[in-house]
């Protein structure tokens, strides 16, 4: 038999039991749409994450404060405003681009019937530069404001919108922790991850929280501060500022060689490396539940071409009695597996395309999905499938292909 006549009497057979067919189909079907949307899936969100890292900054550096506890007393961060000024003191032009010093607090903001708790972040005029923050309405604080403790501040997109929705805000007050603060300026969207809202904070000078809200400053060496964002001058310079800064804030902690550092720095290539590690576990995760659905579903055919070579066994005993060879019966039946495999992947691509389609660009909270199916997916996809319904099909074909045509006959 020629090709073309063994696809055609494979597409009769499949035909002539038609449910089976598509209930055999539909397992391959659900595995291949399940391995080409999780993988496209996986894609799109190490695409945003990446995205939204490098809009806080490729070469940015964060030296966090680590809490010092002392018998009796209430425990105090360790950087403090004396750290920030000797960092700025050392040479540091070399390999680092930007310093900026950070305190965070969560206070009560109030706009006429309107009242929410609101992170408000004090720092200087670099913050804009290191943290790289586009101004959309307004203006950010200057070094005069902050020179002279202005009572300003900026307000972040979605703290904007959860204060005064459409309205515009700059020129408005609002009140923080009893006080009152004009808005100057509201920065735009950014974007977040990890279940927090990147755009939900308040921006006002260091200098005017620590007037403002003074709170506890009994330390030793200047004021107590959570965070100093250093902005390197290029990526390959992050481990030399990385050692300048540790070997700067241990001499002035006064840490020996032994002794840990009470503070840590974690740069955003690490942070970048780290989350794309975490990403591609996630993905083989999701995958390999993907890939046990293409299992089934190859199991499953596997199981019908056994059917099928049961109930056709008297069949092949004609096929062979009028000339029909070992190789054309194996031949066969590996078609009908791969063809129940091929269009089971056929639609299951199509299916992951849709889902893909109807699920891109949609906001969960603070998150946008994105599920961008690329060709090498699908191309690999439909490869496998196709692989699959071989293997499947690959016993059921070498056991037709072997039965005796006299004992064949013989079946009723």
Known sequence: MSFIETVRLAVRALQTNKLRSFLTLLGIMIGVGAVVFVVSFGRGQEKNMMEMFEAMGTNTIFVTSSSRHV?????????????????MNVDHAHCIAAIAPSNTSRLPVVYGNVNR?????????????????????GNFFSDNEYRRNANVVVLGYQAAIDLFGTADPVGESIRIAGRNFEIIGVLDKKGG???????????????TMFSRFAGDTSVTRGKPISMIMFEA????????????ITATLRRSHHLRPDEEADFTITDMQEIMKRSSESDAIFQIFLGSVAGISLLVGGIGIMNIMLVSVTERTREIGICKAVGARRRDILRQYLIEASM??????????????????MVSGRNVEFYTINVPVSPDVIIVALAVSIVTGLVSGTYPAVRAASLDPIVALREE
């Open 71 to 87: 018998m009796g007393a209430r425990p105090t961060p360790s950087l403090t405003t004396a750290d920030y000024e000797e960092l």
């Open 117 to 137: 708790m609101i992170p408000v972040t004090g720092s200087t005029v670099e913050m804009q530069r290191i943290r790289q923050y586009e101004v959309m309405k």
């Open 193 to 207: 991850f990890g279940g927090a809202d990147a755009d939900n904070f308040i921006l006002m000078p260091l200098s």
């Open 233 to 244: 001058t290029d990526v390959s310079q992050i481990p030399a500022a990385k050692e300048l």
């Open 340 to 357: 129940l495999s091929l269009f089971g992947g056929l639609t299951g691509v199509l299916v992951a395309l849709g889902l893909g389609f």
